[in-house]
């Protein structure tokens, strides 16, 4: 890992979308359900690996590792999307 989280960053607000998301009070006000606490979670972007290259707010691998895991995840996927296929013949 390279980085972790969106504190690195020093913003969490870093998408107008964030921004002006509205959030009921009755999520932002239950404290059984700690939803307060969600908003110290990555952002899907900063940890994702599900393109060729990074986006630009990817955090969690540098480049040549961001490839490798591409790589290994696009196999994974095409195997058992074959084995899936294979399954219906």
């Known amino acids: 890992m390279t980085k972790e989280g ?3 960053r020093g913003s969490t607000v870093d998408r107008l979308s964030e921004a002006i998301s509205f959030i009921p009070d009755d999520l932002i ?8 606490l969600r908003g110290a979670l990555p952002h ?4 994702a690996v599900d393109d060729e290259s990074p986006s630009p707010y990817h955090l969690l691998y540098d480049g040549p590792t961001y490839a490798a ?3 290994l995840r696009r ?7 074959r084995q899936l296929l ?3 013949v």
Do not use: G, S
């Open 86 to 88: 294979d399954a219906l």
């Open 75 to 81: 196999k994974a996927a095409v195997t058992h999307i």
């Open 69 to 71: 895991q591409y790589e």
């Open 29 to 36: 006000n239950d404290v059984t359900d700690n939803f307060a």
């Open 6 to 8: 969106r504190q690195r």
């Open 44 to 47: 899907h972007n900063e940890l």
